[in-house]
C-alpha cells in the first residue's frame, strides 16, 4: 500500500500557496502562471511556512474511497507546484506529405489528408506552439496540456500501414506489412 500521502509537499523560492479551508480551496503562483484547485472533505490541507500536509481523520481513512483521495490529493498539490514552478510541455509530430497545422488566433487549425480543415480550441492557460511539422502544447496545468495534446491527437491517430497521422514524438509506431501481390 502506497503511504505517499503522509509525505509533505516542499514549496521552493518563487512559489506561492494560499490555503483557504473554508472554500476547500488552494491558489497556486509562480513564474510560469496561476492555478487553483478544490480539495475532497474528507481531507485536511494545511500549510506550514514552505510545507504544505495533507491530513485526514484517522477514524475515517479505511472507510470507503477516502485513503485514495487522501493520496490523490497529495498527488495533485505536488502537481500543481510543480506546474507554477517548471511547466508541462507535450510534443506531438504531424507525419503526412502535404500535412500541417498552425495556430489561427484560439484555435489549433489542422491540415491533417481530409477535404476540409480541422479546427481544435485552445483552452485558457495552454500555450501551443507549431514549427514546420512539430506542435508543442504547454502550460502550467497538466491535465490541460495533456488533455490537449490528446484531443489533438485523436483528430487523425497514427496508422500502422503508411505510419501518416499525428503522433507524440516519443510514440512508437508498430508498423504493419500490406498486402503481398503475386506469388
Sequence with gaps: MSRIARK?????AGV???????????????PKGKLSMTYRPEV???LEGAIVEVTMDPAIVDLGSNRAFWGTT???IATAVEGVLK????????????WGAKVQGKKLVLTVGFANT????IPDGVKVEVVQMMITVSGPDKQAVGEFASKCR?????????GKGIKYTTEVIQRKQGKAFGS
Design 8 to 12: 509533505p509537499v516542499m514549496i521552493p
Design 16 to 30: 506561492k500557496v494560499a490555503v483557504n479551508p473554508a472554500a476547500r480551496t488552494v491558489n497556486f503562483e509562480g
Design 44 to 46: 485536511g490541507v494545511k
Design 74 to 76: 497529495r498527488a495533485l
Design 87 to 98: 511547466g508541462y510541455e507535450k510534443k506531438l509530430e504531424i507525419v503526412g506529405v502535404g
Design 118 to 121: 480541422l479546427d481544435v480550441a
Design 154 to 162: 485523436a483528430k487523425r491517430k497514427p496508422e500502422p500501414y503508411n
